[in-house]
């Protein structure tokens, strides 16, 4: 079945450390890979997405993300944090047809960032 | 280019009372999917409506209906309401492979 995993439910930085936020999946074939940003109380925003070529992709807000296939994991990364990236992120498979297209979400990984 | 919207913001229903969720499509999709995300959880996928025909269910009781109309708005309609009903609904419209996402709108059933 197709699944999303994100292990770490909390993840807690220093401001101005690095963060690397985890991803894997379970997908039949080469999968589109999203990652998700969302504030307390509002909707979700796209921070990257892969669909294929270059397996680094870079996203807004300086973060970026590396899809390996071996591995079947998509990990969100960024070199220095900012008070202001503290929020929930989501990495999303979209599962494509047979079937209907629809994105399967992990449960999230909740960020804080300690001054 | 006008994003997607979701109206209301919020609201407050009581148990057993029907609800009715609206989604206006970004321009040029013919596609919109609805998403419920409980809190503390990621969305899981309800339904999608394709030119005015649903393409596709997630794991929802029959109570949970829609409509897309041919402006391709859609609405989500959620009967009988339950407790467990509390969440952010979110639709997506699409007209490929990437879904974007409305602002959603908070249900609060008491």
């Known amino acids: 079945a197709q699944s999303v995993t994100q292990p770490d439910i909390h993840i807690t930085v220093s401001e101005g450390a690095s963060l690397e936020l985890r991803c894997n999946y379970s997908?039949?074939?080469?999968?589109?890979l999203f990652w998700y940003v969302q504030s307390p109380g509002q909707g979700l925003q796209l921070l990257l997405k892969?669909?294929?070529?270059?397996?680094l992709v870079q996203g807004i807000k300086g973060f970026e993300a590396e899809f390996k296939r071996s591995q079947s994991s998509f990990n969100l990364r960024k070199p220095s944090v900012h008070w202001s990236d503290a929020a929930e992120y989501f990495c999303?498979?979209?599962?494509?047809?047979?079937?209907?297209?629809?994105?399967?979400f992990g449960t999230g990984t909740r960020l804080k960032v300690l001054a | 280019e006008t994003g997607v919207t979701q109206s209301p913001t919020h609201l407050i229903k009581t148990r057993g009372q029907q609800v009715t969720l609206r989604c206006s499509s970004q321009?040029?999709?013919?596609?919109v999917s609805w998403y419920q995300q409980a809190l503390g959880q990621g969305p899981q996928f309800i339904f999608q409506?394709?030119?005015?025909?649903?393409?596709g269910r997630g794991n929802f009781p029959p109570r949970f209906s829609g409509l897309q109309f041919p402006n391709y708005s859609s609405e989500l309609n959620v009967n009988a309401l339950e407790l467990d009903d509390s969440a952010l609904y979110l639709c997506?419209?699409?007209?490929?492979?990437?879904?974007?996402f409305g602002p959603g709108t908070r249900l609060t059933v008491t």
């Open positions: 321009s040029g999709h013919n596609t």
């Open positions: 997506a419209s699409s007209d490929d492979y990437e879904q974007y």
């Open positions: 999303a498979v979209g599962a494509r047809p047979p079937g209907t297209y629809k994105y399967i």
């Open positions: 892969y669909f294929s070529g270059d397996t």
């Open positions: 409506y394709y030119r005015e025909e649903e393409n």
């Open positions: 997908y039949g074939a080469t999968p589109y």
